[in-house]
């Protein structure tokens, strides 16, 4: 039998959900603590003190954003620059936000707020092969999220607490492990060569000549997710199109 979709049955958020989401995420802990520890070592050189990484690391929540603003520190910190750049970053979370709409459209108060403010790269796609596999737990998405909060959390401000002690050299294997873990989880939503292909072949193209053209940090990952997700909705609107003429 078909897995259900999420639009054809109720969808719920249990305590179940939530325990299975955070038990989901634990293996992407690993790929986190590179990346978090960088970040705390950052930080650290930076001058923040270990409260005001704690505080940054627990309300930004997003590495990339938090690189780019830690990038751009200096004395006076150019806030609004700072601000600009995370927004531009972050701003990939909105189509995110609608492709999780089945479930989120559905959640109120709490459920919903909580869901949205641990929402990441690694916990949308967890919870879009979720939905995919017939799913109807949002609490799984709220449980991936918080499990890979607190992981995030305590790898930044181990990585501050290490301070000078870490010594990684430029372009190390050890920088690599998030991006790893990250295209391990893509697996599941691998849709097939027709469905999936093109869009993130372009979506990867685009960023590279963003890149090799020498586009600030932000901007290669902007163009690429839009150009790779627009493809992407033109190709399944088509799809949906077609089949209703026949």
Same mark, same amino acid.
């Given at each position: 039998m078909a897995p259900q979709s999420p639009q054809s049955g109720r969808v719920v958020f249990t305590r179940a959900g939530f325990r299975r989401g955070f038990a989901a995420s634990l293996p992407l802990w690993v790929g986190m603590l590179p990346f978090g520890v960088v970040i705390g070592v950052l930080s650290a %050189?930076?001058?923040l003190t270990f409260a005001e990484t704690a505080l940054m690391t627990s309300l930004v929540y997003a590495g990339s954003a938090q690189l780019v603003a830690l990038e751009m520190w200096a004395d006076p910190a150019p806030i609004l620059a700072a601000t600009i750049a995370a927004l531009v970053v972050n701003i990939r979370m909105a189509p995110m936000g609608a492709a999780l709409a089945p479930w !989120?459209?559905?959640l109120r108060g709490w459920k919903l707020w909580g869901s !949205?403010?641990?929402l990441v790269d690694h916990s $949308? *796609?967890? %919870?879009? *092969?979720?939905?995919? %596999?017939?799913g109807r737990d949002a609490g799984y998405l709220l449980g991936?999220?918080?499990?890979?909060?607190v992981s995030w959390v305590a790898a930044v401000l181990a990585g501050h607490l290490g301070g000078g002690l870490l010594q990684v050299p430029p372009g190390h294997p050890l920088f $690599? *492990? *998030?991006i790893a873990a990250f295209l391990s989880i !893509?697996?599941? !939503?691998w849709r097939g060569v027709r469905v999936d292909a093109v869009p993130w072949v372009v979506a990867g193209l685009v960023a590279l000549a963003a890149h090799r053209a020498g586009w600030p940090v932000p901007l290669p990952l902007l163009l690429g997710s839009f150009a790779g997700a627009g493809l992407g909705a033109w190709i399944e609107l088509r799809g949906r199109g077609a089949a209703g003429w026949k």
């Open positions: %050189a930076k001058g !989120l459209d559905r !949205l403010s641990t $949308f *796609a967890m %919870a879009v *092969a979720e939905q995919r %596999a017939g991936v999220g918080v499990g890979i909060w $690599f *492990a *998030a !893509l697996v599941p !939503l």
